[in-house]
C-alpha cells in the first residue's frame, strides 16, 4: 500500500458546483497534513494545512479524520480558476519527511 | 519576499554529462528539499537537509546523485554522469519547522532537464 493515495481523476465540473477530494495515507504516526495545488508546468504551491479541527479559508474546506486515515479538501462555488491538480501532503512525526500524493486533477467548466 | 530561487529554469543536455543544478532557499528557512516530479512517477522526494546538514537521502536514486548544502543560502543537486532517464523537473522547496504545523513548504519554479 502506498504511503499517500489519491483518486487521479479527473474530476470535471461545472461552475459554481461543490467538490470534495479525499486522501488516504498509511501511517497513523503521521502528524502534519497538508493540500497543495499545482497548475500545469509550475511548481507547487502551498494552499492549505490541515488541523484536527478541520479549517476554513475562503471557499476552501479542510478536514482530518484521524481515525480513518484521511484527509478531505472541500471546494465550494468552484471557479473556471479550481482547475489544477490537488496534492496532498503528509509529515511523519518526528522525522519532518514529508510524502506527497500524486495528484487529484480538477477541471471546472463553464 | 523573495521566494524559493533555482537555476537554471531548463537544461538540455547530452548523456554522460555533468548536471549542477542550484537552489537559494528562502532567507531564515531550516529545511530544505530536493524534489523530481515525472507524470509516471509524481512527486518524489530526493534528499532533505536540515540546517545545511543532509538528514534523509534515502530518495536520491543512486550514487549519480549527489547533493550539498554549504551554507543557509545555497544548495546543489549534483548528477554525473547524466542519463536520458533523469529527464524531469526537479524542485526545491524550503520550510521553516512549526512547532504545531509541521513544515509547509515553499516551492522554487523548477529546473526543466532533458537528456538525449
Known amino acids: 500500500r502506498k504511503e499517500v493515495e489519491q483518486d487521479p481523476g479527473p474530476f470535471n465540473v461545472p461552475e459554481g458546483a461543490t467538490v470534495a477530494f479525499n486522501c488516504t495515507y498509511s501511517?497513523?504516526?503521521?502528524?502534519?497534513f497538508f493540500w497543495y495545488r499545482q497548475d500545469c508546468r509550475k511548481e507547487p504551491k502551498l494552499l492549505m494545512s490541515v488541523y484536527s479541527s478541520g479549517n476554513e479559508d475562503g471557499r476552501f474546506t479542510a478536514q482530518l479524520n484521524r481515525a480513518s486515515q484521511y484527509i478531505s479538501l472541500l471546494i465550494r462555488d468552484s471557479k473556471l480558476s479550481d482547475s489544477a491538480t490537488y496534492l496532498c501532503?503528509?509529515?511523519?512525526?518526528?522525522?519532518?519527511?514529508?510524502?506527497f500524493g500524486t495528484g487529484t486533477k480538477l477541471q471546472v467548466i463553464p | 519576499d523573495a521566494g524559493v530561487i533555482q537555476s537554471p529554469r531548463h537544461e538540455v543536455t547530452e548523456m554522460g554529462q555533468e548536471v549542477t543544478l542550484r537552489c537559494k532557499p528562502i532567507s531564515g528557512h531550516d529545511y530544505l528539499f530536493w524534489y523530481r516530479q515525472t507524470m509516471m512517477r509524481g512527486l518524489e522526494l530526493l534528499i532533505y537537509?536540515?540546517?545545511?546538514?543532509?538528514?534523509?537521502d534515502s530518495g536520491m536514486p543512486e550514487d549519480r546523485f549527489s547533493a550539498k548544502m554549504p551554507n543557509a543560502s545555497f544548495s546543489t543537486l549534483k548528477i554525473q554522469p547524466s542519463e536520458p532517464r533523469d529527464s524531469a523537473v526537479y524542485f526545491c522547496?524550503?520550510?521553516?519547522?512549526?512547532?504545531?504545523?509541521?513544515?509547509?513548504?515553499?516551492f522554487g519554479d523548477g529546473t526543466r532537464l532533458s537528456i538525449l
Open positions: 522547496a524550503s520550510s521553516l519547522w512549526i512547532l504545531t504545523g509541521g513544515l509547509p513548504q515553499h
Open positions: 501511517n497513523s504516526a503521521s502528524q502534519s
Open positions: 537537509f536540515n540546517n545545511n546538514v543532509p538528514i534523509d
Open positions: 501532503a503528509v509529515e511523519k512525526g518526528g522525522y519532518q519527511k514529508v510524502t
